[in-house]
């Protein structure tokens, strides 16, 4: 009876416990800007960037969709992503990913638009600075290959702020 009693309460104690733990954000947006480089001509350009991430996998894959604004001199570009990441607690205030995955890009030239397909490789770092992973911000550095006439390449980097939505 009494062994009874103290597995009831025990179990009650841990159910509520769980209950209190921490839950995962249903989706992370990513507010931010953005900086690329050419690794063909060294041309660079610079603008905002906006994504949100959801893990439909726990500690196994995270998927971002975002787009990019990049502006320079002649040439205004839009790049719409779809990554794959596989994430990694470095500890409870910082988070690292690696991912992977197609862009679309839509780029204008002086006067003429062209679209072209690319892929992406990021790593991604997310910092939260509060136990609560509420408000945070991240370094993402990537590479980019545009499929594209030319098969551009260039390095960029973006960093913002990191909102998550329960």
């Known amino acids: ?28 947006v990513e507010v931010g800007g953005a900086a690329s480089v050419s690794l063909q001509d060294g041309s660079g350009s610079s603008g905002p960037n906006l994504a949100v991430e959801f893990t439909p996998i726990e500690d196994r894959l995270e998927i971002e969709t975002g787009v ?8 205004t570009e839009w790049d ?14 910082v988070e690292f990913m690696a991912g992977a ?8 030239e002086t006067v003429m638009w062209t679209n072209s397909v690319g892929g992406e ?29 030319g098969h551009e390449q260039s390095f960029g980097i973006s960093a913002g702020l990191l909102i998550a939505i329960p």
Do not use: N
């Open 1 to 28: 009876m009494k062994l009874g009693l103290f597995g009831a309460i025990f179990f009650l104690c841990r159910s509520g416990a769980l209950a209190q733990a921490e839950k995962e954000p249903i989706a992370v």
């Open 68 to 75: 990019t604004a990049l502006f320079a001199k002649h040439s």
């Open 80 to 93: 719409t992503d779809f990554l794959f990441k596989k994430p990694w607690t470095l500890s409870r205030k």
């Open 101 to 108: 995955g197609p862009e679309w890009i839509h780029r204008r």
């Open 121 to 149: 490789i990021i790593g991604d770092f997310m910092f939260w600075p509060a136990k609560k992973h509420r408000f945070g911000w991240y370094l993402e550095p990537g590479y980019d290959y545009d499929f594209g006439k």
